[in-house]
């Protein structure tokens, strides 16, 4: 039987790189802008489709286009991330990023907006699993959780502040183009991140680059797009149009499976090492909560975008500004949790799911019986304390997700977590918008109580996330019960002779 490859990076053997959190730095500010790129246009879509002079469902492709091609990306960059050199796949990513944003910004046409919004999210989508799979080659220790602590800062904070920013470009930027900023702000920005991660992110010997799986890339690649796809044109009558879309995402990834496994059988380079799933500690837990709490999380903000400016007349920046202290609370909490993780492992976790429940129940409430003119103060401290709780789920559980995944695989395995994370987000954007919608055609335009029960869906992902959490957090006491019984044992009996 063939041994697997378990040959060290350069990175690995020599000491740690001096310019490791430097890198690191650089890498997050690109991560964040690709992030950012998620959420950021919900704000803008208005004036960008009076500008273009572009119908609702094109206009919908701006944001879906991007998210679908970010998603698509995820895996199979990953993967080449791992075989032909994490650097060399960043600064290639990073070099389309720059590039597709400045044609997205100054494009004529709707249509040509929407083809540089598609090719900006496979860029995004490259770029970042390289962040996850670059902290696991640069750091061990103590360190790789801080430092996974700023990368889940990052994501966290990124979708939080979108809407925020968006609104002060828009802000600052006014005119019927002001809406071209949104895209070409990452021009210089990225263009500066380019040049400094060029010189700070060290070379290493690619791993063995082998067979590339072309196979599993279009099967996992098909049922990624046909559970997003639907999703995507859910404000065009999609779920109803294209349902048996995920009846064949069904069929692709049990075929992806079936694929996976058998040149694994043959010791071939799968796509996604299902080991990942079955044998390495806390992944496949990790994996399952961050899909669902993204479900939730994720459309919470678009909610957020519809409720106080379609229904309470709010402007872009005061919209973005209401939310922000659910992002000043996510900061915070994300850079103490990435410390933290590793004293109090999945408990931290069950600490911030409690709070963000906590939060947007009181949020809730608060949409329900404030009038308009006071909300913006009644939801800071609600919104306050779910920040805080979200700080320490998304950069806790990342850690915890991929610490004991083997820095050879890295890079898939961190783009698989973040496909699970987009495919939640996705979900989250069509339905919890889609209930909103629902009920406030049911109650003739009843704009708090249409965002209640789309904020209660909210809570019924995060709840589901908390109850996957406590089940991780007793199992993992149970098998340190279980270790502590076995060095007793082993103690009386080495003392007993």
């Known amino acids: ?21 430097r890198a690191l730095s650089v890498t997050l500010v690109a991560g964040f802008m690709s992030l950012l790129d998620v959420s950021i246009v919900s704000v803008a879509l208005p004036s960008l489709q009076q500008s273009l002079g572009a119908e609702p469902a094109a206009v919908q492709w701006v944001v879906s286009g991007y998210a679908l091609a970010f998603g698509l990306a995820l895996v199979p960059a990953g993967r080449l991330g791992d075989a032909l050199g994490r650097r060399r796949m960043f600064l290639g990513a990073l070099a389309g990023f720059v590039l597709f944003s400045g044609l997205a910004g100054a494009a004529p046409s709707i249509g040509l907006l929407v083809a540089a919004r598609i090719a900006q999210g496979l860029a995004a989508g490259a770029l970042a699993p390289q962040n996850s799979g670059l902290i696991q080659q640069l750091f061990s220790g103590a360190e790789r959780g801080r430092a996974f602590g700023m990368f889940g800062a990052t994501v966290g904070i990124s979708t939080a502040v979108g809407p925020v920013v968006g609104g002060l470009i828009l802000a600052v930027a006014s005119g019927p183009d002001g809406w071209r900023w949104i895209f070409l702000v990452n021009v210089p920005i990225g263009l500066v991140a380019l040049v400094l991660a060029a010189r700070l992110i060290p070379r290493t010997a690619p791993g063995r680059t082998g067979h590339i799986d072309v196979v599993g890339g279009l099967l996992l690649g098909g049922a990624v797009l046909a559970v ?28 992806f499976v079936r694929w996976e496994r058998r040149l694994m059988r043959r010791h071939g380079a799968p796509l996604l090492d299902l080991r990942l799933l079955s044998s390495t500690r806390g992944y496949a ?85 404030v009038p308009a003119e006071s909300l913006t103060g009644a939801l800071a401290a609600p919104l306050l304390v779910a920040g805080l709780g ?29 496909t699970g994370q987009r495919v939640g987000a996705a979900i989250g954007t069509a339905a919890l918008p889609g209930a909103y919608y629902m009920v406030l055609g049911a109650t003739g335009q009843d704009h708090a109580l249409a965002a209640a029960a789309a904020l209660s869906g909210a ?39």
């Open 1 to 21: 039987m063939a041994r697997p490859d378990v040959r060290r990076s350069d990175a690995e053997a020599d000491a740690p790189d001096p310019n490791r959190w």
């Open 228 to 255: 997003l796809l639907p999703l995507a044109e859910a404000d065009a009558g999609g779920l109803a149009r294209l349902w048996w879309l995920f009846l064949v995402a069904i069929a692709l990834v049990a075929m």
């Open 285 to 369: 837990t990790g994996a399952a909560l961050g899909t669902v709490y993204f479900l939730g999380f994720s459309g919470v903000w678009l909610v957020f975008a519809l409720f106080l400016q379609s229904g309470l007349g709010y402007t872009p920046l005061h919209s973005g500004l209401s939310v922000t202290a659910f992002a000043l609370g996510s900061a915070v909490s994300a850079a103490v949790g990435g410390r933290l993780v590793e004293r109090y492992g999945r408990r931290l976790t069950v600490i911030g799911l409690a709070a963000v429940l906590t939060g947007l129940v009181g949020t809730i409430g608060a949409v329900l019986v």
């Open 390 to 418: 979200g700080g320490l789920v998304i950069s806790p559980n990342i850690t915890l997700t991929l610490r004991e995944v083997p820095v050879r695989m890295a890079g898939s395995a961190g783009g698989a977590l973040q």
């Open 459 to 497: 809570v019924l992902s995060v709840a589901a996330a908390l109850v996957i959490a406590v089940r991780d957090l007793r199992h993992e006491r149970a098998a340190r019960r279980r270790c502590t019984e076995e060095e007793t044992h082993n103690y009386d009996h080495a003392a007993h002779g």
